[in-house]
């Protein structure tokens, strides 16, 4: 008895697709980084390029320009002719939509075999998780490079992995980490390998003339961790009170004007001149209504309205009237074009610090060096 052809089983869905072998054509497979430091990223794309030997070349591409950029496909495929290696790294691949990523699916099946192709995910963490769109791990590309442990994942400088970075630093250069300075180093320096990259190399150099160990290698020692001025972020109320209080006080004028040259290391988009006007902006209504007599309109912490107080009766309407002159022509500065946000920064709060000081300059002697700033492009 003749017995109908068995149906074919029901096609499984993308997603559960099995992870895709090792790419055939490929030798170096490839790899994901999820870091939103670009400097950390840096150094470990410069760790994947030694390990392909010397001579390896690099080339960048970005994710998030538009269109896609047309010649990263024939980078990805096209065999080179003297067998150099090359890392071909794609930088801010978290903007790139699905279509993209599915497309990349394909092309890594053709990848050279000169090739390693390196996908940057630079969003910022949320809840301790990368910035790894959702779509992404469903995608056997994905499994495969968690299989083979090609998919590396860091938050950044933070206050659990900075005391690491730091011992990875004195480890690389042979310097020995006295306890006390290795704890004063991970409280000032700012979490941002670029700036704090900057501030180490200030002590490596300031190292030069240090105390020696037995072994005969220099010590770090707290007197060397201090030439570095704190860098954490400051609340704006405690950044005002030290605006307020830097004519007279040296170390309150060293904080504002640290967290100001820290500013200068960041991106663009971490800036705070325009959270600044706008909290300044608040506070100077805040004062007014407290300079007349309206304090009970207020809503601030009770521990801080006798401050404001003060404050408030010490610069009067004069003196709060041109608090929001100032921060009128800053916004307007920076929103016109004929100011410079980091220009407009550094003169706002001199301005404001020698209004609210009473009219003295506030910049102490003290004040670290400039540091150089870091590349605001995004080229490398």
Known sequence: MLRPPASPPPASPPSASPPLARPPSARYGFRFLCCPDAELLRRQVALLA???GKGCARKVFWGDEEP???GYWGELTTQNLFSTPTVLLLRRAEALKAEVWDRLGEGLKNTASTVLPVFCLEGAWKEGKAAVPNFLPRRAFW?????NKWVWQSPGLTDASLPKFLDAWAAERGLTLNPAARQALASALPRDGLAAGLELDKIELAAGAASTDEGGGKVITPD???????????EFFDFMKALADSSKSPQAAREVWA???DDHLRPSGDKILFQLLGYVAWQARQLWMLCEGEGARVRMRPSDKPVMLKMAQRLGRAGIARIIELTLDANLG????TRRPDDALESYVA???ELMGGG????????PPVAPRANSGRRP
Do not use: N
């Not at 499994?143 to 299989?147: I, L, R, S, V, Y």
């Not at 060397?224 to 400051?234: K, Q, V, Y």
């Not at 920076?334 to 074009?337: E, F, P, R």
């Not at 003295?360 to 004040?367: D, I, K, L, N, Y």
């Open 50 to 52: 030694e390990g392909l």
């Open 68 to 70: 896609f950029p047309p």
């Open 143 to 147: 499994q495969t490079a968690e299989q």
């Open 224 to 234: 060397l961790a201090a030439l570095i001025a704190p860098h954490g972020d400051m």
């Open 259 to 261: 967290r100001v040259l």
């Open 334 to 337: 920076v929103i016109g074009g």
């Open 351 to 353: 301005e404001l610090a």
């Open 360 to 367: 003295q300059r506030s910049v102490p002697q003290a004040v």
